[in-house]
C-alpha cells in the first residue's frame, strides 16, 4: 500500500508551497499505468489531510491512459499495460502518457 | 483590498479563493533525495545493489551465500517491516550490516537509505548490498540511488509473476531465478518464464541459480563485476 506514502508526499509537498493558507482544492493526474492507484489515494487522502490546512479539502484526480510512440515505424499506440510492445511488432517504444504522478494545482483561499 | 492577491474587490477586506498552479511530481522529493544517494555513493567509491523479490523468494540466503563468496568488502542495509532477524544472519556472515524496519511502510524509500548509509559509512571499494521490504509491488516505484536493480524471484512462486507484477520486472536489470534446485518438483517453465521476463523488459538479464546449492551463482558474480562503475578518484 504504496499510496499512504504516495498520499503523505502529495501532501507535504503541497503545503511546502502553501504553508498555513487553507486549500480548498487539489487536482493531482494519476496515470493509468503509473503503478499507483487512484481509488487507494482517494481513501488516503482525507486521512493524511487532518488536522492540516487540507482538512475538507476536495481531491480531483484525472487519469489519462497510456499512449507511446513507436520508434521503429513511427506510429502512435494506445497502451492498456505495461507491455512495451507496438501492433508493428517492435518493442522499441517511447511512453508518452499514462505514468504520470503529479500534482497538476491546487485552490486556496 | 484582497490580501491575498491584491484585487480590489471594493468590499475591504475579503477573502477569495484562487488557484496555484503547481506541476510538480509526486516523487520529486524522493528522487531528488535519490540523487543525493547516488552521488554520495560514486564520492564514495561505492557501488550499490537495491535487492528486491517477494517474501520468502531467498533474498537473505542469496546475500548470505554471496558475502561469503563474492570477495571484497560487503556492507548490507536490511529492509523489513519488523524485526533484526535478517540483519543477524548477515552479521553471522561478517558483514557490516544496519536494520531498517520500516513499520506499517511496505518499501524502503530514499531518505531512509540515506541515514542507513550515514550509520553503515563502508569504505571505498564496499559493494553496498540493499535488500528491500519483500513485496512484489510497492518497491518498484521508490529511486534509492542505487547503481543497479536486482529482483529476485523463485521457482516456487510460478513462472507468471513477470506478466502479473510488470512494474517491478520493468524496472529490473537483472532478474535472478532462485531454487531451481527444486525445479523437478514444482511446475515451472524455465523458457516461458525468460520470455514473459523479456515481454516486459527486453533488455533485463535472466540468470537462473540456486542460493542453496549454487547453481549459477558465477554468473550472479561476474555480472555483479562487470555491472560496478568503474572506481572513482575519492576527493
Given at each position: 500500500?504504496?499510496?499512504?506514502?504516495?498520499?503523505?508526499?502529495?501532501?507535504?509537498?503541497?503545503?511546502?508551497?502553501?504553508?498555513e493558507?487553507?486549500?480548498?482544492?487539489?487536482?493531482?493526474?494519476?496515470g493509468?499505468?503509473?503503478?499507483?492507484?487512484?481509488?487507494?489515494?482517494?481513501?488516503?487522502f482525507?486521512?493524511?489531510?487532518?488536522?492540516?490546512?487540507?482538512?475538507?479539502?476536495?481531491?480531483?484526480?484525472?487519469?489519462?491512459?497510456?499512449?507511446?510512440?513507436?520508434?521503429?515505424?513511427?506510429?502512435?499506440?494506445?497502451m492498456?499495460?505495461?507491455?512495451?510492445?507496438?501492433?508493428c511488432g517492435?518493442?522499441?517504444?517511447?511512453?508518452?502518457?499514462?505514468?504520470?504522478?503529479?500534482?497538476?494545482?491546487?485552490?486556496?483561499? | 483590498?484582497?490580501?491575498?492577491?491584491?484585487?480590489?474587490?471594493?468590499?475591504?477586506?475579503?477573502?477569495?479563493?484562487?488557484?496555484?498552479t503547481?506541476?510538480?511530481?509526486?516523487?520529486?522529493?524522493?528522487?531528488?533525495?535519490?540523487?543525493?544517494?547516488?552521488?554520495?555513493?560514486?564520492?564514495?567509491?561505492?557501488?550499490?545493489?537495491?535487492?528486491?523479490?517477494?517474501?520468502?523468494?531467498?533474498?537473505?540466503?542469496?546475500?548470505?551465500?554471496?558475502?561469503?563468496?563474492?570477495?571484497?568488502?560487503v556492507?548490507?542495509?536490511?529492509?523489513d517491516?519488523?524485526?533484526?532477524?535478517?540483519?543477524?544472519?548477515?552479521?553471522?556472515?561478517?558483514?557490516?550490516?544496519?536494520?531498517?524496519?520500516?513499520?506499517?511502510?511496505?518499501?524502503?524509500?530514499?531518505?531512509?537509505?540515506?541515514?542507513?548509509?550515514?550509520?553503515?559509512?563502508?569504505?571505498?571499494?564496499?559493494?553496498?548490498?540493499?535488500?528491500?521490504?519483500?513485496?512484489?509491488?510497492?518497491?518498484?516505484?521508490?529511486?534509492?540511488?542505487?547503481?543497479?536493480?536486482?529482483?529476485?524471484?523463485?521457482?516456487?512462486?510460478?513462472?507468471?509473476?513477470?506478466?502479473?507484477?510488470?512494474?517491478?520486472?520493468?524496472?529490473?536489470?537483472?532478474?535472478?531465478?532462485?531454487?531451481?534446485?527444486?525445479?523437478?518438483?514444482?511446475?515451472?517453465?524455465?523458457?516461458?518464464?525468460?520470455?514473459?521476463?523479456?515481454?516486459?523488459?527486453?533488455?533485463?538479464?535472466?540468470?537462473?541459480?540456486?542460493?542453496?546449492?549454487?547453481?549459477?551463482?558465477?554468473?550472479?558474480?561476474?555480472?555483479?563485476?562487470?555491472?560496478?562503475?568503474?572506481?572513482?578518484?575519492?576527493?
Amino acid at each position: 500500500m504504496h499510496e499512504l506514502s504516495i498520499t503523505r508526499s502529495v501532501v507535504e509537498t503541497i503545503l511546502e508551497r502553501t504553508g498555513e493558507t487553507k486549500v480548498l482544492d487539489v487536482s493531482l493526474e494519476i496515470g493509468k499505468l503509473s503503478g499507483v492507484v487512484a481509488d487507494s489515494v482517494r481513501f488516503c487522502f482525507e486521512l493524511v489531510c487532518a488536522g492540516t490546512p487540507l482538512e475538507g479539502a476536495a481531491l480531483h484526480i484525472s487519469e489519462p491512459g497510456g499512449r507511446a510512440h513507436c520508434r521503429t515505424c513511427g506510429e502512435e499506440f494506445t497502451m492498456d499495460d505495461l507491455i512495451p510492445l507496438c501492433p508493428c511488432g517492435s518493442a522499441d517504444i517511447e511512453m508518452l502518457t499514462g505514468r504520470e504522478l503529479r500534482i497538476t494545482s491546487v485552490e486556496v483561499v | 483590498m484582497c490580501g491575498t492577491c491584491g484585487c480590489d474587490s471594493g468590499a475591504g477586506e475579503v477573502e477569495h479563493s484562487h488557484t496555484v498552479t503547481l506541476e510538480q511530481d509526486v516523487l520529486a522529493k524522493n528522487d531528488g533525495l535519490a540523487g543525493r544517494n547516488r552521488d554520495w555513493l560514486a564520492h564514495h567509491g561505492l557501488f550499490a545493489v537495491n535487492l528486491m523479490s517477494s517474501p520468502g523468494a531467498g533474498k537473505t540466503t542469496l546475500l548470505e551465500r554471496t558475502i561469503t563468496e563474492l570477495g571484497g568488502p560487503v556492507a548490507v542495509i536490511e529492509g523489513d517491516q519488523e524485526t533484526v532477524l535478517d540483519a543477524d544472519r548477515i552479521k553471522a556472515t561478517g558483514a557490516a550490516v544496519t536494520q531498517v524496519n520500516t513499520g506499517a511502510g511496505c518499501h524502503l524509500d530514499a531518505s531512509m537509505v540515506a541515514r542507513a548509509l550515514d550509520t553503515l559509512h563502508p569504505a571505498a571499494g564496499t559493494t553496498v548490498f540493499i535488500e528491500n521490504v519483500g513485496n512484489l509491488v510497492c518497491p518498484a516505484l521508490f529511486d534509492l540511488g542505487e547503481h543497479t536493480r536486482a529482483v529476485v524471484a523463485s521457482v516456487t512462486e510460478g513462472a507468471d509473476k513477470p506478466l502479473k507484477y510488470p512494474h517491478m520486472f520493468t524496472t529490473a536489470d537483472v532478474v535472478l531465478l532462485n531454487k531451481i534446485d527444486l525445479l523437478s518438483y514444482v511446475d515451472f517453465e524455465l523458457a516461458a518464464f525468460e520470455r514473459d521476463v523479456h515481454v516486459v523488459n527486453p533488455a533485463a538479464r535472466v540468470l537462473p541459480l540456486s542460493a542453496t546449492r549454487g547453481d549459477g551463482l558465477a554468473d550472479w558474480y561476474s555480472w555483479l563485476s562487470a555491472s560496478r562503475p568503474r572506481q572513482p578518484v575519492p576527493g
